[in-house]
């Protein structure tokens, strides 16, 4: 699914927050939502499945900016919330979270600064045709701005108490 962009889902000052519902039914490199047009215009990546967890912002020449991994995954066959929150224009992921725990994710940054680019937004792939999400997404949320940790455990209870985890 494609979400039409005019710079509104772009990291700013006020930080990036992405809540997601995913449920993989297989391993690879698989995008649940990402920002970007071509490499060279891509801008961030969530991605989540049975041996990825990760976050990943991009420079304008289509290198990595920043990349935080993780070595908790979400489960197979079973749905999983996860969460990605960055804090600022640095674009570092400040917080990961998967089925309502903290997770602390490893960083490996780059030089330069976060490409903004006026590309859609996606949910279950990128633009480039490839690292389709093997799986089922459900109920994503994008905020512009820090949502805090209390209101994303607020989010998790819900869907917890919903069934969905």
Same mark, same amino acid.
């Given at each position: 699914m494609s979400i039409a962009d005019n710079n509104a889902w772009t990291i700013s000052?006020? *930080?990036?927050?992405?809540?997601?519902?995913?449920?993989?039914?297989?391993? *690879?490199?698989?995008?649940?939502?990402?920002? $970007? *047009?071509?490499?060279?215009?891509?801008?961030?990546?969530?991605? $989540?499945?049975?041996?990825?967890?990760?976050?990943?912002?991009?420079?304008?020449?289509?290198?990595?900016?920043?990349?935080?991994t993780c070595a908790t995954f979400p489960t197979?066959?079973?749905?999983?919330?996860?969460?990605?929150r960055w804090s600022d224009l640095v674009g570092t992921a400040v917080l990961f979270r998967l089925n309502k725990v903290n997770i602390t994710p490893s960083h490996s940054a780059v030089? *330069?600064?976060?490409?903004?680019?006026t590309s859609p937004v996606r949910i279950g792939s990128r633009d480039h045709g490839d690292r389709f999400f093997p799986g089922a997404i459900a109920h994503v949320a994008i905020w512009t701005t820090l949502i805090s940790t209390a209101n994303i455990q607020t989010i998790e209870d819900a869907a917890d108490n919903a069934g969905w985890i």
């Open positions: 000052a006020s *930080g990036l927050t992405v809540i997601a519902l995913i449920r993989p039914t297989n391993s *690879g490199i698989r995008d649940v939502v990402a920002k $970007g *047009g071509p490499v060279s215009q891509n801008e961030w990546e969530c991605r $989540g499945s049975s041996d990825e967890f990760l976050a990943t912002t991009w420079n304008p020449n289509g290198s990595e900016y920043y990349r935080d197979i066959n079973q749905w999983n919330v996860v969460s990605w030089s *330069g600064s976060i490409g903004n680019t």
